[in-house]
Every structure is written in structure tokens, then in C-alpha cells.
């Protein structure tokens, strides 16, 4: 299997995205990531699909090897057009029309408004461990609480500046939950710390953002109803903040879905079981909660 990637030349104003793509035959895969994690969260998901379909990952503005403007609106309506760009860059140098958005945790809401305004663009939509719109079974992680809820936000951070060995550690321990294998945690955990550092300023603009997020877009449920391309929905069940129950109510937005709730799995679902995620996102076949 050729795991061989090329970068990408993706151009957003004035500012350089950095993205890869693999070769294969299709529709390319595009990865998303969500926050506080880059590219690296795809390294084990990417053995199971390059050689099969082009696959694209890339780093969002203000995030790993992407550029980090200062004063930027990092904002998931500005991820909307980090995306655009992707695509456009897809069209022009893959010769590709058409692609698959894979979407993981903060990626869901820029994904999704994407897709709906492209939908002739989309082949097929994946969410995994996402979220679009506020319902009551979405919880919020505890490090992602401390930092978007207001008031609290502001001395967390005030803290984590001070103490940068307490910031490491609430990272560690946060971001170490979402993965099952400790072998992993142990390597995969420092490697994502390295580059978040840096991408801090987009961090905390985006949860500023968080809760207008959630509560604006509530108003395009019914795009989601309408919208025809299939959506395979593919959660770990053994996520407690992005549950099953929101897996579940995803799905049912969607009039061409299929769920996919994999056990021994959590909140990085890609990590936790990268060859089932991989077959699911590549065979197109139904499912049901397994």
C-alpha cells in the first residue's frame, strides 16, 4: 500500500493551508479535525484508505502546520471558507468534482455548512463524533467547558499561562481519555501537545465561539432533513460527552443516513478502531447500531 503524500497547494487570502494528499482512484476523502488535536489524528485511519481513494488531510487556519495569523476570526463560519478552499484546490489539481467530507468533533459544524450549500459537490458526508446544532444530549468535555464558559474561561486561562505544567497536564488527561489503547495515548497524546501550543489563539477563539455555534444553527435543521447525499454516522460508543444518543439524533436528521455505533470505541473513533471507520467511509454499505 503506497502511503506516499504530496502537499497540496491550498491558498485562503493571504495565508497558506497545509494540506496532503495520498494518491488513489474516486472521489477523494477529505479528513477534518476537530479541537485541540491537527493532521496526527489521522495517522492511523490513513494506512486503512490511501491506495484506495485519493485521501486529503489538512490543517485548518491558526492549527498545526497551517499558518496562524494573529487577530484572526477563528470562528466555525471562517472554517466554512478554509474548506472552500480545500475543494477548490481538489477541483483544480485532482481534476475531482465531487468529494467525501469526513468530519470529527469541531469540524462538524463547517462540514455541514459546507455541505449544504454545496450539496452537488458532496459524493457523501461522514460524521464522526461530531456535532452540528445544541441538543440535550450534548455534553461538553470538562477542559472544553473550563474554556467556553464564560466567565470561568477567562481565569483558566489566566491560569494555564502561569502554570504551563498544569496546562500539559489537563491536556494530557483530557485528550488521554479519548483514546482507548494506552500504547497509543503514550505517543499519539505529546505529539498533538507539540503542535497545539502554538495553535492556542485559534483554541480559544473557537470556544468563544462554541455556544453561538451550537444555538445559531438549530435554524438549518430543516436543510439537514432535505439534504440527499448519504450520511454515514459513526460514533464510538463509549464517548460520554459526543454520545450515542446524539449519534442517534444526527442520524435521524438525515434522510439517507446510516448509523454506525462501534464498540470498544470512544470519542476518537478513528483512533480507538481506524479499519472498521475505514471500511464503513470506503464500502458504503448500511448499518445499523452494532
Known amino acids: 500500500m503506497d502511503l506516499t503524500s504530496r502537499t497540496l497547494p491550498v491558498t485562503r487570502r493571504l495565508y497558506q493551508l497545509y494540506a496532503e494528499v ?3 482512484t474516486g472521489a477523494p476523502v477529505v479528513l477534518m479535525h476537530g479541537f485541540p488535536d491537527n493532521t496526527h489524528l489521522y495517522d492511523r485511519l490513513l494506512p486503512y484508505l490511501a491506495g484506495r481513494r485519493p485521501v486529503v488531510r489538512f490543517d485548518f487556519l491558526g492549527w498545526g502546520r497551517s499558518d496562524k495569523p494573529p487577530k484572526y ?3 466555525a463560519s471562517s472554517q466554512v471558507g478554509d474548506l472552500a478552499a480545500v475543494v477548490d484546490a481538489i477541483d483544480e489539481h485532482l481534476d475531482a468534482s465531487r468529494v467525501t467530507l469526513v468530519a470529527h468533533d469541531a469540524s462538524g459544524p463547517p462540514a455541514i455548512d459546507w455541505a449544504l450549500d454545496n450539496c452537488g459537490r458532496v459524493a457523501d458526508l461522514v460524521l464522526l463524533n461530531t456535532y452540528y446544532h445544541w441538543t440535550p444530549s450534548l455534553r461538553r468535555p470538562p477542559a472544553i467547558a473550563l474554556y467556553s464558559t464564560p466567565l470561568i474561561r477567562a481565569g483558566t486561562r489566566a491560569l ?3 502554570r504551563p505544567d498544569v496546562d500539559r497536564r489537563l491536556y494530557a488527561w483530557q485528550v488521554g481519555r479519548f483514546i482507548k489503547d494506552p500504547q497509543v495515548r503514550s505517543e499519539l497524546v505529546p505529539q498533538l501537545y507539540e503542535q497545539f501550543l502554538p495553535a492556542r489563539p485559534a483554541f ?3 470556544n468563544n465561539d462554541l455556544l453561538g455555534t451550537v444555538l445559531i444553527r438549530r435554524r438549518r435543521i430543516p436543510e ?3 439534504f440527499a447525499p448519504p450520511v454515514r454516522v459513526i ?3 463509549r464517548d460520554r460527552y459526543l454520545n450515542p444518543r446524539v449519534a ?3 442520524a435521524e436528521l438525515f434522510p439517507n443516513n446510516h448509523l454506525h455505533l462501534l464498540d470498544d470505541a470512544g470519542h476518537y473513533v478513528q483512533v ?5 471507520v475505514a471500511n464503513i467511509i470506503l464500502s458504503g454499505q448500511e448499518g445499523g447500531p452494532q
Open 204 to 206: 480559544w477563539r473557537l
Open 235 to 237: 460514533f464510538g460508543l
Open 160 to 162: 494555564v499561562r502561569w
Open 272 to 276: 480507538d478502531q481506524p479499519q472498521q
Open 73 to 75: 476570526p477563528y470562528t
Open 224 to 226: 439537514l432533513r432535505r
Open 22 to 24: 495520498t494518491a488513489g
Open 248 to 250: 442517534g439524533q444526527f
